[in-house]
């Protein structure tokens, strides 16, 4: 099996999720991809991963798999940053692309 890597991430992509991402229509969303833009009522909402996790009861690892198909779908884009209270480290806030 060959490796493929994703032109825009450089991430490791298989065989199999490649077929599988081009066999679904763009205009469809996976259920999961749909709570998580249910969470973004307004263009003027940013949540970071965390926020998104905590609003769709979503572990953030499937939080932050969906965040990025739907970056890279440009349904969602990055809008800027925070500081986490807890860790001082700073989160990415996403938000509905501006045109």
Same mark, same amino acid.
């Given at each position: *099996? +060959? +490796?493929?890597?994703?032109?825009?991430?450089?991430? &490791?992509?298989?065989e199999t999720q490649q077929d599988s991402f081009h066999? *679904?229509?763009?205009?469809?969303?996976? =259920?999961?991809?749909? *709570?998580? *833009? +249910?969470?973004?009522?307004?263009?003027?909402? $940013?949540? =970071? &991963?965390?926020?998104?996790? =905590? &609003?769709?009861? $979503?572990? $953030?690892?499937?939080?932050?798999? &969906?965040a990025r198909e739907l970056l890279d779908a440009e349904?969602?884009? %990055?809008?800027?940053?925070? %500081?986490c209270t807890a860790t001082g480290k700073s989160q990415? $806030?996403?938000?509905?692309?501006? =045109?």
């Open positions: *099996m +060959d +490796d493929f890597f994703s032109a825009r991430t450089g991430h &490791r992509v298989s066999t *679904m229509p763009v205009s469809e969303l996976s =259920a999961k991809q749909q *709570m998580v *833009m +249910d969470c973004f009522d307004s263009p003027e909402t $940013l949540l =970071a &991963r965390e926020d998104i996790s =905590a &609003r769709t009861n $979503l572990k $953030l690892s499937s939080v932050c798999g &969906r349904r969602l884009a %990055k809008r800027g940053t925070r %500081k990415e $806030l996403l938000g509905l692309p501006v =045109a």
